[in-house]
């Protein structure tokens, strides 16, 4: 049951007819209210843009704009984000309420690349704390750092602008705008840990680039989808949250434990994983990688998936009801009028 909003003790008893402007009520009225109105208004804005113009500066620090526009190694990052972006994309078309316009998902998509910037600083700046802890330190290191850490700047994505827009108008929203950020996340990570992978090998567009950035390629790939999957889930309880103010905060932490979790288990896990099947099954390394994070990521992808369906089920319900309750009023009155 939904909280009944708070109202001051003068307000409740009053009567309607009183003036409780500046006493325990508020709206625009003076010229100072305006102003006050303004500042705030203009101190909102100024902080989205010193967010994402301070990412900015980070990315061009890590040299992550370089990566991306060298045309050779802008080549594989896109072949690397293929499987992300078929995600991605089944979210979108997962979303039985409204489509969703082109513009603000690539603007969701750019502020996942630019704060994607806030999680490469901040785990370099903290992963040598847990390194001498060895392999516990590592598990502690993807569970408290880089889980919460990446998935936090990825709903800081979609927070930044897309939430507030009237587009986003239902809670299966939140997963279709969470996919995104998730796709913009992976895809700059992907491109940074191609570039650092060829080692500024010299590169063409030809097939060459294939059997010199091939490897990093598909393993990049592999990674993808699981960000996308992630920030799906966080994103999916941030549209849950707009929904339900009275319980927001909660709500958006739930889903970040949720995506952190899953995110961090991913992490800890596929290295190990990939190695038992090597040695157990006897498949190659980059095989066993594969079937790995292919189970892994098919797992989640379905609970991610029926989570969504859940709510396409309840909502065509809702609309059939309202639909039968329509029809049975129209049928009523036309028994009435004859």
Do not use: C
């Not at 040598?128 to 290191?141: D, K, M, R, S």
């Not at 598909?218 to 319980?247: C, E, M, Q, W």
Request: proline share 3%.
């Amino acid at each position: 049951m939904a909280k009944k909003e708070r109202t001051d003790p003068i307000e409740e008893a009053a009567d309607s007819s009183v003036d409780l402007y500046d006493v325990a009520t508020w709206e625009e009225r003076t010229s100072l209210d305006g102003l006050a109105v303004a500042l705030y208004r203009l101190l909102s804005g100024t902080a989205r843009v010193v967010i994402v113009g301070l990412a900015l500066v980070l990315l061009l620090a890590i040299g992550g704009l370089s990566a991306v526009t060298d045309p050779a190694i802008g080549a594989l990052t896109l072949i690397s984000a293929v499987p992300a972006l078929a995600l991605a994309a089944y979210v979108y078309r997962s979303d039985i309420t409204t489509s969703e316009p082109v513009w603000l998902l690539g603007a969701t998509f750019l502020l996942g690349v630019l704060t994607a910037n806030f999680a490469a600083v901040l785990n370099t700046l903290t992963q040598p704390y847990f390194q001498a802890l060895g392999f516990l330190g590592t598990v502690l290191f993807f569970f408290f750092i880089v889980g919460p850490v990446e998935e936090t700047v990825k709903l800081l994505a979609v927070r930044l602008y897309a939430y507030t827009h009237d587009s986003f108008d239902s809670v299966l929203d939140g997963a279709v705008y969470g996919a995104m950020a998730g796709l913009g996340f992976a895809f700059i990570e992907n491109a940074l840990y191609i570039s650092r992978g060829i080692g500024g090998t010299e590169l063409d567009l030809g097939l060459g680039i294939i059997g010199i950035g091939g490897g990093i390629t598909f393993t990049r790939a592999l990674a993808g989808p699981g960000h996308v999957i992630y920030s799906a889930f966080a994103g999916y309880y941030l549209g849950l949250a707009k929904f339900n103010p009275d319980n927001r905060g909660p709500i958006v932490v739930k889903g970040l434990i949720i995506a952190s979790l899953i995110h961090a288990t991913y992490n800890s896990t596929v290295g190990i994983g990939s190695a038992v099947l090597n040695s157990v099954v006897g498949l190659p390394s980059l095989a066993s990688s594969f079937v790995y994070i292919a189970l892994f990521d098919g797992l989640f992808a379905l609970l991610l998936l029926r989570k969504i369906n859940r709510y396409r089920t309840a909502y065509r319900s809702a609309h059939d009801s309202e639909s039968s309750g329509g029809d049975t009023a129209r049928s009523e009155m036309t028994e009435f009028d004859a």
